[in-house]
């Protein structure tokens, strides 16, 4: 049974991320449940395709259970379990694959060791 409401709530989650990718205008947000599971939205700078795979892959950690990154509306869609990793460490991750965020700026030789067109312009 429990099994059955966690696959219905990461259900709901990724449909809602994918609603939520499609807006013109980001936003940004953070929704966190009773069972311990957070879906976060938050700003990302990047340009490309590459650029998701990078930041996405930055994500492939324990506590993180969907990253979906929009090179359209630099937003990032993040579902993480609460008990496992925090959204302060998910943007720090972010940060050292190279990429800024809305809490950290990317790691200075990690950005300069990114491809040339993932070299977005920096604030």
């Known amino acids: ?8 709530i990461l259900v709901f989650l990724i449909g809602f991320a994918s609603c939520a990718e499609n807006r013109s205008e980001y ?8 069972n311990g599971i957070a879906l ?16 996405e892959s930055s994500l492939n950690v324990q506590g993180v259970n969907y990253a979906n990154w929009s090179p359209e509306t630099k ?3 993040v579902s993480y379990d609460t ?15 190279g990429y800024d965020n809305e809490s950290y700026k990317g790691n200075d030789s990690t950005y300069q060791n990114l491809p040339g067109c993932c070299q977005y ?3």
């Not at 049974?1 to 219905?8: A, R």
């Not at 976060?40 to 930041?55: A, D, L, P, Q, R």
């Open 83 to 97: 008990s496992l990793i925090s959204l302060n460490q998910i943007q720090k991750n972010i940060a050292l694959a």
């Open 121 to 123: 312009d920096r604030k």
């Open 27 to 34: 936003i940004k947000t953070e929704t966190k449940f009773s």
């Open 75 to 77: 937003g990032i869609t």
């Open 1 to 8: 049974m429990k099994m059955n409401i966690n696959f219905l």
């Open 40 to 55: 976060s939205n938050f700003k990302v700078w990047g340009n490309c395709e590459m650029c998701k795979k990078t930041i």
